[in-house]
């Protein structure tokens, strides 16, 4: 049941009769207050942020924000762009709608959200509004989230940042090897499930690193090995297996995500195929 505030907002959606617009000063994040709405409690602030990845930070919430988030250029590929924010842990103070042309959809409400979790939706689903709740005393509610912009295939499942629970195809194979945030030969060192969060654990043991964006993986003494951890889906049933893989996949909010992971006797057999026709992407020591 939408609240007074609400369904006088969704007129002044509609008439465009919002708060000077308020741009962040580096285009990619934004940090402000609800003090500047305190003799105002239904203005309406426009954020806008130009980056495929930022965060906000809103200190006291107080009346509302419409937050319009944007590549910082715009290609063929827009409309494929998923958004995914995650709140921070303690995130309070505001629910987060999706808004468009004055419809207004909840995406998360104050509370609900569980630790690390992260809502994705399309990009042309809409801006996000984000509405303070009444609050008796505000000084300690902070409304934050992280956001990225991901770029999905057609047919791709748009609310989520995993893979799907499907074996890659070789042409899948070849271009991960070649695209991924990271590339790694190892094999499982374990599996752990979190139900709550509804994602398993790779352990990882990596003999040979092909690529990393960020540290995923990590020198482990003298060994000539690095360890890591990789997350999945749980409903992908990750069990521990024996034999070398070839772990490849993205790094989202600074975790690392499983895409694909062949048997490494099969990613060799791919790829000597590949070569011998001329069609691998890019070129892999495969010893």
């Known amino acids: 049941m939408l609240t007074p505030f609400l369904?006088?907002?969704i007129a002044v959606l509609v008439l465009c009769r919002v708060a000077a617009s308020q741009y962040s000063s580096d285009q990619c994040s934004w940090r402000g207050s609800g003090l500047t709405h305190e003799s105002h409690t239904r203005d309406v602030e426009q954020v806008y942020l130009r980056c495929s990845e930022g965060n906000l930070e809103w200190l006291y919430p107080m009346g509302a924000l419409i937050v319009n988030l944007r590549p910082n250029t715009l290609t063929a590929a827009y409309k494929y762009l998923t958004v995914c924010i995650k709140p921070l842990k303690d995130s309070r103070g505001a629910n987060i709608y999706l808004e468009k042309s004055g419809d207004?959809?909840?995406l998360i409400r104050e509370q609900d959200h569980s630790p690390?979790?992260?809502y994705c939706y399309g990009i042309d689903e809409?801006?996000?509004f984000i509405e303070a709740t009444l609050q008796q005393d505000i000084s300690r509610k902070i409304t934050a989230f992280q956001y990225e912009l991901v770029n999905q295939r057609p047919g791709s499942d748009l609310h989520?940042?995993?893979a799907p629970c499907r074996p890659c195809s070789d042409t899948e194979i070849l271009l991960a090897v070649c695209t991924?945030?990271?590339?790694?030969r190892g094999t499982i060192r374990g599996?752990?499930?979190d139900s709550e969060l509804r994602e398993s654990t790779?352990?990882?043991s990596v003999s040979k690193l092909y690529r990393q964006k960020s540290k995923i993986f990590r020198a482990a003494g003298k060994s000539r090995r690095w360890l890591g951890q990789i997350r999945t889906p749980l409903e992908c049933g990750v069990n521990p297996g024996n034999g070398e893989f070839l772990f490849m996949g993205s790094m989202h909010f600074g975790e690392a995500r499983l895409g694909c992971a062949p048997r490494f006797k099969d990613f060799q057999r791919i790829y000597k195929e590949a070569r011998d026709k001329g069609q691998n992407p890019c070129e892999i020591d495969t010893d």
Do not use: P, R, Y
């Open 126 to 128: 809409g801006s996000l």
């Open 160 to 162: 989520t940042l995993s």
């Open 116 to 118: 690390n979790q992260v």
């Open 180 to 184: 991924s945030d990271f590339a790694a």
């Open 191 to 193: 599996v752990t499930h």
């Open 104 to 106: 207004l959809k909840l």
């Open 7 to 9: 369904t006088d907002l």
């Open 202 to 204: 790779i352990g990882v």
